[in-house]
């Protein structure tokens, strides 16, 4: 499963999904009724991309997410994501390139040396070898483009072709991660 995207032959230890680097991303914690937006802290890119297939809007689904957010490492959030009790969001297949995209640019951009190491490397990004391989290089290749700060007000016919494959598509709802509190 997954592992490291290669670039020039040599892998970037930074575009492994697994790999154990917090980040803030923002969530709607939901208690007796109200709901709080707030920063939750995730474990890995593969905690927050595995809450973010259901459709947390479901009460007992909130506490299926949040225990994913809280699972000891990414191979627990992913056995975790792989419930078949709790509903995906709908249309879940065509938003998940976006939400994978979101999950690692939350990554790099509060992890300064995840965000080094992908920008200072040149020539394609080449996915691991699964079958996410394709949708993981064009997410890669868009980050670290954004990232450089040679992108700045330049976009390519390659950079509109990475947004495409994992921009949010038309009509689709934004995609939000509703979690029960955190246990004590």
């Known amino acids: 499963m997954g592992g490291p995207a290669t670039v020039g032959g040599k892998e970037v230890p930074s575009t492994d999904n697994f790999l154990p680097k917090t980040f ?9 009724g109200s709901e709080c937006k707030e920063e939750v802290e995730w474990k890995s890119v593969e905690h927050l991309f595995q809450a973010m297939k259901f459709d947390s809007t479901k009460t007992e689904t909130k506490g299926h997410c949040r225990n994913i957010q809280e699972a ?14 709790h509903p995906l ?6 938003v998940k390139g ?14 300064p040396e995840c965000t080094s190491e992908l920008v200072n490397t ?22 670290r483009f954004e ?8 976009e390519s016919t390659e950079y509109k072709n990475w947004c495409q494959a994992t921009d949010l598509p038309d009509g689709s709802e934004p995609i ?9």
């Open 89 to 94: 969001r709908e249309g879940w297949e065509e």
């Open 98 to 111: 976006h939400a994978m995209y979101l999950a690692v640019k939350a990554k790099y951009n509060h992890n």
């Open 72 to 85: 000891e490492d990414a191979w627990n959030a992913l056995f975790l994501g792989r419930s078949l009790e």
């Open 147 to 154: 990232l450089s700060s040679e992108s700045k007000g330049e």
């Open 176 to 184: 939000k991660v509703y979690l029960s509190p955190a246990s004590a």
């Open 122 to 143: 040149t020539g394609p990004i080449l996915g691991a070898p699964d079958h996410w391989q394709e949708l993981n290089s064009n997410v890669l290749e868009r980050v």
């Open 24 to 32: 803030r991303f923002p969530c709607v914690i939901v208690k007796d």
